[in-house]
């Protein structure tokens, strides 16, 4: 049995997990940091790298004491080393690599998003595969094939915003706060999603995505129609991107031969989304694999699932390795 402690700290959550065999979850905290950015209507890298510093002991202290271990049980000790912001990445290394030293123990430094891939064997541990992945986060909206454990394809992705990023600056513009992408889902339980008929980008061609258009659509649109409810543009803009997600990473899962569907990253968490990716594969008579809204957003047990793989593939990362802020995930050819 191997026991990793695991540290994620590249955006804007705090979180520590135990993982056990890279399946089991001893423990996951989730420090989220929204109301230090709340008032800035997003992600201030400083105050993020800051809120790291503070918070991150705590945080390693509360999922080890949860998972009942102390540092003489962990078999490793894994960290996100990257993407995301250069300052945040290097609280959670740093803490990482100080535990490793003194405890003796390896380090492993892990991609980000191979963590939100590796979210989905927490349902499945034997997931079938090759599969259809949909990898949606603030940052990054990819179509993958997973062909095995650890070997991807990428299909398509996005040519300018992160699928993210468009619920985020929508709900701004709409004036629901942040973080936008909750805020839409909610609001857009008591809104038609057939109110307005936004543009889908890209539908139908290829599978990569664009979302920019989208955005200045629903602009544009509420600014010639004041009187709109906001419930009617949220449900139909979110209508829009689920539309895309969907058709996209249905024809991707038919022509690559996928037994099952994915979906992952903070996206994934919408229940738009997860509704019509779950209808969409009983449909054509494939499995949908939909993590838990937990473990579609940040946090540190996909990163001790990703750990234990990569643990036993490479072996632990070398100490000197750097944080890197636009790391990229290692792509079949
Ligand atoms: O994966 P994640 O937690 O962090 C990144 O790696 O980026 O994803 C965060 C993104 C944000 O853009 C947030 O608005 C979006 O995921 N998000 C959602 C929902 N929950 C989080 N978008 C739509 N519906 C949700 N329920
Ligand atoms: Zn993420």
Redesign the pocket.
């Known amino acids: 049995m191997t026991t990793i402690l695991a540290i994620e700290t ?2 804007d ?1 705090t979180a520590a997990a135990v993982v056990e065999d890279g399946r089991l979850v001893r423990s996951s905290v989730v420090s989220s940091q929204v109301d230090a950015h709340a008032r800035f209507g997003g992600v201030v890298p400083e105050v993020a790298g800051r809120a790291h510093l503070d918070i991150l002991t705590p945080v390693v202290t509360e999922a080890m004491a949860q998972a009942g271990v102390t540092g003489s049980d962990l078999d490793a000790v894994a960290a996100t080393i990257g993407p995301g912001l250069i300052g945040s990445l290097l609280v959670g290394v740093s803490a990482a690599k100080a535990y490793s030293l003194a405890w003796g123990i390896p380090f492993v430094g892990v991609n ?1 998003l191979e963590g ?1 891939l590796h979210a989905v064997f927490f349902e499945d541990p034997d997931l079938a595969l090759p599969a259809a992945v949909l990898l ?5 909206t990819m179509l993958i094939e997973m062909v095995e454990v650890g070997r991807y394809r990428l299909l398509g992705q996005t040519i300018d915003d ?4 468009a ?2 600056k929508v ?1 701004r513009f709409l004036g629901l706060g942040y ?4 805020a ?2 909610r609001l857009s339980s008591e809104g038609d999603p057939n109110a307005v008929a936004f543009p889908r980008g890209l539908r139908g061609e290829g599978y990569d995505f664009s979302f920019s258009g989208l955005k200045t659509s629903v602009i544009n649109h509420v600014r010639r129609n004041p009187e709109l409810a906001t419930a009617d543009v949220a449900a139909s803009f979110q209508e829009a991107v689920v539309d895309v997600l969907v058709e996209k990473t249905r024809r991707a899962a038919a022509q690559v031969g996928a037994r099952s569907i994915c979906i992952g ?3 994934a ?3 738009a ?1 997860r509704e019509r990716i779950v209808k969409a594969a009983h449909e054509d008579g494939l499995k949908a694999l939909i993590p838990s ?1 937990s473990m ?3 946090n540190a047990a996909m990163v001790g699932a990703t750990a234990w793989y990569r643990l036993g593939l490479d072996g632990p990362t070398p100490l000197d390795a750097a944080a890197d802020p636009n790391l990229r995930l290692r792509l079949d050819p």
């Open positions: 590249s955006c959550e980000h939100h949606v986060s603030g940052g990054h992160a699928a993210g990023e619920f985020d709900a973080p936008g992408g909750p839409i889902d990253g903070g996206v968490a919408n229940s989304l809204r579609c957003t940040d």
